[in-house]
């Protein structure tokens, strides 16, 4: 059993505080991999804001469980070593399916865990979620659950249209839990195709597709049943135009990608949503900036070499969303 007060992590409890009354999110960034971790780090130092690092089962399946947490806790020092004097740093298990998989996390170091029992009938998503509370809450874990089901495909939990949480539900559910935050649906989804193109209209001017807008009546609802209670948004990302030309410009194929755009996000961090996912937009700022180097250098063949621009890629975009749509800068 580790702690992660010994590596130096917080759980979520005073930052979504924080958020809450100062009106701004904190991001929650997905890696998979050490660039990933380096340009979260470098942007979260740079901008002292708090941050949460996400971990999925496929992220533990693909760089090894083991080897991801000790990357977080060799996040906690660079971060120091880099200048940022007080890290606030969340490691979180991002959409647990079991009590087993939140259970491993919870005693190998993580700060916070998903329950994502989103999927399952109401009362089963309340009895798994709140033994997930029960037992990480003995070591002073925070939990996430999810009420409402997204749009598309999460990790194992598939669904073929988004189901809005329901606000009638949500009192009942955070108070028979117990759960300290609860990502709600109301019109995001994963990944780089957040709608078809016949569920948006076409700007005029540019041809590009315009997505429908988040349904934040029910979000103002959900905040007047619970008010102060931490809402999470997960799906966030905005799929920035700029990185899917780069793809498509340099050999890739990404037709019709659409994301939730970020004058939206910037309205939803004002209010309880104090938790902002956010992986595809890193995907693409890396595979974007791989793809233009390679495409430039075609004798080149060092990793350092391509990892180099798609790290800073990455940087800038985590600056820019922490900055410039979720407020978080200069908050911790
Ligand atoms: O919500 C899903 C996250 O983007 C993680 O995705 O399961 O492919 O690691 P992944
Ligand atoms: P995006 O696919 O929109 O980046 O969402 C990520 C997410 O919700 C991780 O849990
Ligand atoms: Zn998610």
Not at 10 to 34: L, S
Not at 272 to 286: E, F, P
């Amino acid at each position: 059993m580790v702690s992660y007060k010994e590596l130096g992590l917080v759980n979520t409890r005073e930052m979504f505080k924080k958020a809450v009354a100062g009106g701004y999110a904190i991001p929650a960034f997905n890696f998979n991999n050490m660039e990933q971790l380096q340009a979260i780090i470098m942007a979260a130092a740079e901008t002292k804001s708090p941050v949460i690092l996400q971990v999925s089962k496929g992220a533990r399946n693909y760089a090894n469980a083991t080897l991801l947490r000790y990357m977080a806790e060799g996040a906690v020092a660079y971060a120091k070593e880099i200048g940022w004097e007080n890290p606030q740093i969340c490691l979180h298990l991002d959409h647990g399916s079991s009590f087993e998989l939140c259970k491993d996390c919870v005693d190998m170091g993580f700060s916070s865990v998903m329950i994502d029992a989103s999927s399952l009938p109401y009362e089963e998503n309340i009895a798994l979620t709140k033994k997930v509370v029960d037992y990480a809450h003995q070591y002073d874990v925070t939990v996430e659950a999810e009420l409402g089901v997204l749009a598309g495909v999460e990790d194992e939990v598939s669904a073929a249209e988004s189901h809005y949480t329901k606000p009638e539900e949500v009192i009942d559910f955070a108070t028979r839990t117990g759960c300290d935050s609860l990502a709600i649906s109301i019109g995001t989804s994963h990944g780089a195709y957040k709608f078809t193109p016949e569920q948006c209209t076409r700007d005029p001017k540019t041809g590009r597709l315009v997505p429908p807008p988040l349904a934040f009546n029910v979000l103002h609802e959900i905040e007047k049943k619970l008010p102060g209670f931490p809402i999470v948004l997960h799906g966030s990302s905005s799929v920035p135009q700029e990185y899917v030309d780069m793809c498509n410009q340099y050999g890739g194929n990404l037709p019709n990608a659409v994301g939730i755009p970020e004058e939206q996000l910037r309205e939803a961090s004002k209010s309880a949503v104090c938790k902002i996912n956010i992986d595809s937009d890193s995907r693409l700022a890396m595979t974007g900036a791989i793809r233009k180097y390679l495409a430039e250098n075609p004798s080149h063949f060092d990793p350092r070499q391509y990892l180099t621009p798609a790290r800073e890629a990455m940087k800038q975009m985590y600056i820019h969303k922490i900055v410039n749509v979720l407020g978080s800068n200069g908050k911790a």
